[in-house]
């Protein structure tokens, strides 16, 4: 599996994205890093909190790789394992 060019969903930069092993993505951005996001998040990426971007940023400061997905309470930000 090549990388393929995409735009963020967070913050619409020219961005890579790989089909990850699980259900969804992996994006690399240039400006949020790299991130998974289920192929659902993806969907309804309007309802992607402004704070998304942030988060990503604060969890990988942290040393975790964030995970955006689909919740019964909406979109959230996870810290996947690192
Ligand atoms: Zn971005």
Redesign the pocket.
């Known amino acids: 599996m090549s990388p393929e060019p995409a735009n963020?969903?967070?913050?619409?930069?020219a961005?890579e994205r790989m089909r990850a092993a699980t259900r969804g993505f992996r994006?690399t951005?240039?400006?949020?890093g790299t991130f998974h996001i289920s192929s659902r998040a993806l969907t309804c990426r309007n309802d992607i909190p402004a704070s998304a971007?942030e988060d990503v940023r604060r969890l990988r400061s942290y040393g975790h790789a964030p995970q955006i997905e689909v919740s019964p309470d909406g979109v959230r930000i996870v810290p996947g394992r690192s």
């Open positions: 963020c969903p967070l913050c619409s930069a961005a994006y951005c240039p400006s949020c971007r």
